[in-house]
């Protein structure tokens, strides 16, 4: 399976742990995007990376969050400091052209 | 005011049905302009991109009306495995960065 995928599927954390999530696009995508979604809401954008660069950042990205692409391929989004707040689906999205495919997302719940 | 707007539904329609959905967006720079499908428990996944002139694919036709910020998607002869949720998205730099999406409308296609 070529597609983007996300690791874990699912993560169960107290509050006030760090918590991190892993993401490989498309091999030979460029764009790597972060997006959170909550139930019954479509995806909202966090981040944006074109290769290792970080280009932009959206303002629900608190300081709590950061993210990487170290290499331009592989990107971690890490939450510091974990809220009841950030319980939601972390998706990851890459793209060569206008396309965005979307991998399978990561379940975060904060007890 | 949400950037991208939709009638959360649900719509509930029988087989062989013709259901329409409708969206406006706020930001008259958008270039851009999608309709993504997510299954339940699933990622969102490209359905069709929206051009000014209209375009069809198959039983799905997306219109798009620049002057009044609006865009529709018509589904003519549903099929049970319509059933999802469609979201409206746009994109406002037309770079293939962020994209905005709608909350979502479900439709349920009924035997």
């Known amino acids: 399976d070529t597609g983007v995928s996300q690791n874990p599927r699912h993560k169960i954390t107290k509050r006030g742990q760090n918590v991190t999530f892993r993401c490989d696009p498309i091999?030979?995508?460029?764009?790597l995007y972060w997006y959170r979604q909550t139930l019954g809401q479509g995806p909202e954008f966090l981040t944006y990376?074109?290769?290792?660069?970080?280009?932009?950042k959206s303002r629900l990205l608190s300081d709590r969050f950061s993210a990487e692409r170290p290499k331009g391929s592989f990107s971690t989004l890490e939450i510091q400091r974990t809220e009841q707040g950030d319980s939601a689906m972390y998706l990851c999205?890459?793209?060569?052209?206008?396309?965005?495919?979307f991998g399978p997302g990561t379940r975060l719940t904060v007890l | 005011r949400k950037e991208v707007e939709q009638d959360p539904g649900p719509f509930n329609v029988p087989e062989g049905a013709t259901v329409a959905f409708n969206c406006t967006y706020s930001?008259?720079?958008?270039?851009?302009f999608f309709w993504y499908r997510q299954d339940c428990r699933k990622e969102p996944k490209l359905l069709m991109s929206?051009?000014?002139s209209g375009n069809e694919d198959g039983r799905f036709t997306a219109q798009l009306n620049r002057a009044s910020q609006y865009i529709s998607l018509l589904i003519r002869d549903s099929k049970l495995s319509d059933s999802a949720t469609y979201l409206c998205v746009v994109n406002h730099s037309g770079s293939a960065r962020q994209l905005t999406f709608g909350s979502g409308t479900q439709l349920t296609v009924l035997p």
């Open positions: 930001n008259s720079a958008s270039q851009s």
């Open positions: 990376f074109q290769n290792e660069a970080q280009l932009e």
């Open positions: 929206v051009y000014s």
């Open positions: 091999s030979e995508h460029n764009r």
């Open positions: 999205a890459s793209s060569l052209g206008y396309e965005q495919f």
